[in-house]
């Protein structure tokens, strides 16, 4: 009925407002969100808590969530193709039993191990993976189940017993790598932290920088037209089912370090910390956007909420509160984001 | 019309068959635990297999898939009551939720005794079987202040609890603790309201490792002159222990802790933790088969220990640096007798 004349496509160009120019600008850098979130809230922290601004709380908070950090960028990578991994936490746990079993309670030298543990993470991955492509079941309803299932080995492995730390110190000191630290001026950094950092490196790379990655973005925007395209979808998924089960093999030989022991029932709330810290960072739930740099940046976002208002001495339940606002808030502003693409 | 006389019939059939296994059979008693994961639990089940292994009392073991799993209780609750069980041990995952249940069995005649943890009301079951955790608090408070002796007077210490719904356990073993050090702990009903400066703060570890670290960081914070730590449990001893060895604190430190699990004795005899207060589930357990297998016999139900509403299943400090007035047993000792 109405025809397009080129005035009114002219008009309504000018007539485009501050918030639409925002809208528009925030959909060609998603990660502008977290930023500024977490900017204004180091900042804020900095006003009300004492010693929030210290080098040392600074860094004692990178410390907390270097292992969650980890896991969120495998978590990324699967929500990047419109997944979802429920099951990251449990794997982490996993691999850290079969490192420690391994190492500690069976004398196998610690390096064969810890890539027993690494093995671990990518052939759940490579279940995870094969169930979602081959059978075609939801990511979601997938990894609840072998959620579960990994728990049950876990319980099974460990005997449900804790493998101490001084334990581990005498045996295989080399699981617990990632946590020594070094000063750098006032800031204490465990290898941890600089793990974490270099996982999300090595993924900007590869997500920016291959083939590999733009056919995982490709994947999620739209699988269907990915595979016109020629891409081969599942061969896409597994292999990203897979290096998501590596980095959870990675995160596991960090968490011995920052926990000391190897710990049958610790970490049981991470893989919902981890899907936290990527909505927080800016990556879609819907798939195919967001930048990986994203998560890195959410994951230190509740770090510092939860760090700041522990300083103020505030009840716990204040830390949940605001966690769950930002999650709200992440979601609200990526729908409101998208609606330029409709 | 059909179906209820069928039902009546039914039922009719299942009491004869019920009283003829009376006669006949072993006598049948029901352990339902929260999970069966926890170490300490599983102690409970193979405590009560060995006890009935031992009277002639078949057991039917039940557990919740995870901590706070009524659903799961409730159905063992029926099984048990449709199995003609003599008695349930429960160690109850929601003690509200489940008295509904425990007055179902009680009505067949059944004898339930909760162990570990208190029924609310505690008298909906015929007994409860526990250790006496306020007193596990206030060994440890006791001897934490013995042996700073007279640096007690401006301890600075940190108390890690499990988690914000504060359960019964958690404000038990920190009360006694702010007790046994010779705090005032004000309402004894809850944690937090003590105005004693020496207290620098209470951070919640979820009884783990992890959480544990997490805590004494977020306190060492606030105060780095820490020098004693509550804690909750052993684990999250544990990972308090971590966290002050990253700061380079550990030697001037404190640590007490409740439980006795063998990993925590261990670190009791190489210094880590100070003191533990070591529980018995398995004894909780082998009471408990004692007295259903009792019950069975002549109908005589567990009387409470004297001055208690409960029958104490006992604790146990464990230390190897003893201190005057607080008895104690070494952690060789402690090792004989812990469990996990």
Redesign the interface.
């Known amino acids: 009925m109405t025809q397009t004349t080129p005035d009114a496509v002219a008009q309504f160009e000018h007539r485009r407002t501050a918030l639409e120019s925002l809208q528009h600008f925030l959909h060609r850098f998603p990660t502008m969100v977290p930023i500024l979130v977490l900017i204004v809230s180091v900042i804020g922290f900095g006003l009300i808590a004492n010693n929030f601004l210290s080098p040392f709380n600074l860094s004692l908070i990178l410390q907390q969530v270097a292992v969650v950090g980890t896991l969120a960028a495998a978590q990324s990578l699967v929500i990047l193709t419109a997944g979802i991994d429920l099951s990251v936490g449990a794997v982490m746990v996993l691999s850290t039993v079969v490192m420690g079993k391994l190492a500690v309670d069976m004398g196998v030298p610690a390096p064969l191990a810890i890539i027993a543990g690494f093995l671990c993470g990518v052939a759940t991955g490579w279940v995870n993976g094969t169930l979602v492509t081959r059978l075609r079941l939801p990511p979601f309803i997938t990894t609840l189940g072998t959620w579960n299932i990994f728990i049950a080995l876990v319980y099974n492995l460990s005997g449900r017993n804790t493998i101490r730390s001084q334990d581990i110190d005498a045996n295989a000191p080399l699981l617990k790598l990632f946590g020594n630290n070094f000063q750098l001026g006032g800031f204490v950094i465990t290898w941890g932290v600089l793990l974490m950092l270099a996982v999300f490196a090595v993924l900007y790379v590869a997500l920016n920088m291959t083939a590999w990655g733009k056919r995982v973005y490709a994947v999620g925007d739209d699988a269907e037209a990915a595979a016109l395209a020629g891409i081969r979808v599942n061969r896409i998924l597994l292999s990203v089912y897979m290096v998501a089960g590596l980095i959870c093999g990675l995160a596991a030989w960090s968490a011995i370090g920052r926990v000391g022991s190897v710990s049958p029932t610790s970490f049981a709330e991470s893989n919902l910390e981890s899907i936290t810290a990527v909505v927080i960072g800016g990556i879609s739930l819907f798939g195919g956007r967001g930048s990986i740099m994203g998560p890195l940046i959410g994951a230190i976002i509740v770090g510092v909420f939860n760090s700041g208002l522990r300083l103020m001495g505030v009840d716990v339940l204040w830390q949940l509160f605001a966690t769950g606002w930002l999650i709200i808030l992440a979601v609200a502003v990526d729908q409101w984001i998208r609606k330029i693409s409709s | 019309m059909k179906r209820a006389r069928l039902g009546g019939l039914a039922a009719m059939a299942l009491t004869a068959s019920t009283l003829a296994a009376a006669a006949q059979d072993p006598v049948k008693a029901c352990v339902i635990t929260k999970t069966?994961?926890?170490?300490f639990f599983?102690k409970v089940k193979e405590g009560a297999e060995a006890k009935g292994k031992e009277l002639g009392v078949e057991i039917m073991a039940y557990a919740g898939k995870i901590d706070g799993d009524h659903e799961t209780q409730q159905q063992a609750m029926e099984s048990c009551i449709a199995a003609g069980v003599k008695g349930i041990l429960l160690i109850a995952s929601d003690p509200k939720a489940i008295v509904s249940s425990v007055e179902q069995a009680k009505a067949q005649g059944i004898l339930v005794i909760a162990l570990d943890t208190p029924l609310e009301p505690a008298n909906a079951a015929d007994a409860t079987f526990a250790t006496d955790n306020y007193e596990a608090g206030r060994l440890i408070g006791a001897w934490a202040k013995g042996t700073l002796g007279d640096a007690a007077k401006d301890a600075h210490i940190a108390m890690l609890n499990i988690n914000?719904t504060q359960p019964s356990v958690d404000v038990l073993r920190n009360q006694g603790f702010v007790e046994g050090f010779g705090m005032d702990p004000k309402d004894k009903s809850k944690y937090g309201d003590e105005d004693d400066p020496r207290i620098v703060?209470q951070?919640?570890t979820?009884?783990?490792?992890?959480?544990g670290?997490?805590a004494m960081?977020?306190i060492f914070?606030?105060d780095p002159a820490i020098n004693v730590v509550h804690t909750i449990n052993e684990?999250a001893a544990?990972?308090a222990?971590?966290a002050l060895?990253?700061f380079g604190k550990q030697d001037g430190v404190t640590i007490v802790s409740v439980d006795g699990g063998?990993?925590g004795v261990?670190?009791v005899k190489?210094g880590?933790i100070g003191a533990t207060a070591q529980q018995y589930p398995k004894k909780m357990a082998e009471m408990g088969i004692e007295a259903i297998a009792a019950f069975a016999k002549d109908g005589t139900k567990p009387a409470a220990t004297e001055g208690k509403d409960f029958v104490d299943t006992g604790v146990q400090l464990v230390t190897d640096k003893p201190v005057e007035g607080v008895p104690s047993i070494t952690s060789d000792e402690g090792l004989k007798l812990c469990w996990?």
């Open positions: 069966d994961i926890n170490p599983v914000a703060g951070e919640y979820d009884g783990n490792e992890e959480g670290r997490r960081e977020a914070q606030r684990p544990a990972g222990y971590e060895k990253s063998c990993p261990q670190n190489e880590v996990g």
